[in-house]
């Protein structure tokens, strides 16, 4: 039991110590001295304060390395983790990922411990959820964000291929709809026209947001340029082109959603019932159920024998939920 407590408090203080760190920032005077710099340069009308302001814009936004240290070293792949961060849209670096999933692992383990569940069992369950759950979520943010985009990405094809039969270039209905597409296709195209100012080439910028939203959408939309740049050709007519290919997919999706919609609630009640049921029972007769919270010394990991039962059923509840899924996904 000593024993147990003294790597209780340890956890509990190494959980307070990357609390402090994630809350604390950069010194006050540092941060006040550089937006002052920022709002002289945006108020000055020289073009030499306005190249340097952004200048210092893009340097900001560019990988310094610096977060790439403490958990970060533990990651096998930093790169792709970091991408799968700037896919969500927010302002989320490798550190704060990483603080976000040991705070979680520590946490739970140490509600584990006070449980006095058995310390592999418990740094077992802590590891797995502190590293699924984040990761979970930033893909269902990803999902989201790119439902939206691919949502609104035929409006801007159709108003890029109106400015492009009005005479605009092709730089300046870029402009437009980064001003007039509200959501992710405003924030991306934003984006687009921010690179090519800064000096960066047209196909360099498109590719760059290829590659972060991973999308066929706007893939097509790559290449289609790409194609027109080479060959020549109506570019309008091509986007034209595109725009209705892009909401036919759309409806097609939507129409499979909408045929699946059925199965899929009920998979959701059967899958939540069984929970749903074990809940209300261990509510309304927890000496029933002491058995499932009750850990056994003699058992297989510490565990008694209606909690490997339960494990076991969870198993199989997550693969028929797998091959559900997967009868239901449909490439297009």
């Not at 920022?38 to 304060?49: K, P, T, Y």
């Not at 590719?207 to 939309?221: G, H, I, V, Y």
């Not at 009750?294 to 693969?319: E, R």
Request: net charge positive; charged share 20%.
């Amino acid at each position: 039991m000593d024993g147990n407590f003294l790597l209780l408090m340890v956890l509990l203080m190494t959980l307070l110590g990357m609390a402090a760190m994630a809350i604390s920032g950069p010194s006050a005077s540092k941060a006040t001295r550089r937006r002052v710099g920022l709002i002289r340069a945006r108020h000055s009308g020289s073009h030499e304060a306005i190249l340097e302001a952004r200048m210092r814009k893009a340097i900001s936004n560019r990988d310094t390395g610096t977060e790439l240290k403490m958990l970060t070293s533990l990651v096998p792949n930093p790169e792709n983790l970091t991408k799968r961060l700037r896919a969500t849209g927010k302002k989320w670096t490798l550190n704060n990922y990483m603080l976000t999933c040991a705070g979680l692992a520590l946490t739970l383990c140490a509600i584990m411990f006070i449980r006095e569940y058995p310390p592999l069992l418990a740094v077992m369950i802590s590891l797995a959820v502190g590293l699924g759950v984040p990761h979970m979520w930033v893909g269902r943010l990803i999902a989201k964000r790119v439902q939206k985009f691919t949502a609104k990405f035929p409006d801007a094809l159709e108003l890029m291929t109106r400015g492009l039969r009005s005479g605009l270039p092709i730089a300046e209905t870029l402009g437009v709809i980064a001003s007039e597409i509200p959501g992710p296709v405003g924030e991306e195209f934003k984006l687009i026209t921010e690179r090519i100012k800064i000096g960066k080439s047209m196909d360099q910028a498109m590719q760059e947001t290829a590659d972060r939203l991973d999308t066929p959408e706007f893939q097509f939309f790559v290449i289609s340029l790409t194609i027109q740049r080479e060959t020549g050709g109506n570019l309008a007519e091509t986007l034209a082109n595109l725009a209705t290919v892009l909401r036919q997919r759309s409806q097609m999706k939507l129409k499979i959603r909408a045929m699946s919609s059925e199965s899929k609630a009920s998979a959701y009640i059967i899958g939540v019932l069984p929970f749903l049921v074990f809940g209300l029972i261990s509510y309304i007769n927890y000496d029933y159920m002491s058995p499932f919270y009750t850990p056994d010394p003699a058992g297989l990991f510490g565990l008694s024998l209606m909690q490997l039962i339960g494990i076991g059923g969870m198993c199989w509840m997550a693969i028929g939920a797998f091959i559900m899924a997967q009868m239901i996904n449909f490439e297009i």
